[in-house]
């Protein structure tokens, strides 16, 4: 079985490569970007597609809603599992965040074990 491929988007330098270096550790190969913008142009030459998306929920420009609705207009990305990644945990912005394709959310700080306990399921079953 070939390394699943994760996009990564999140404005953060540091946080971006902190979580590509947890993804790579655990087997799975990374494409990070910094922006919806970087990340569009990636996914548009990147074959073969993701098999998870995780999308900071406050990106410059484009948020991360708006990148996932988007992302579902690239053939092949229509049903690929997105984690929304936040600093902001409240109800109305988690179901928002559901309401536009998300399987799941995740609150910034968290803990490596965490993150990889919620991608387990997303990867293996793609």
């Known amino acids: 079985m070939s390394q699943p491929l994760v996009l990564v988007v999140e404005r953060d330098d540091l946080l971006r490569d902190w979580i590509a270096a947890c993804l790579s550790r655990s087997g799975c190969r990374v494409s990070a970007a910094p922006s919806a913008q970087a990340a569009l ?8 597609r993701p098999q998870l998306m995780l999308l900071d929920l406050f990106l410059p420009q484009i948020n991360g809603l708006m990148l996932l609705a988007a992302l579902r207009h690239i053939t092949g990305m ?26 799941d959310f995740l609150l910034k ?18």
């Open 78 to 103: 229509e049903t690929v599992p997105a984690i929304m990644l936040s600093t902001l945990g409240f109800p109305e912005i988690v179901q928002q965040a559901i309401a536009a394709g998300a399987q």
């Open 109 to 126: 700080p968290f803990d490596p074990d965490v993150l990889l306990e919620k991608i387990r399921p997303l990867v293996h079953s793609a």
């Open 41 to 48: 142009e990636s996914v548009q030459t990147c074959s073969p």
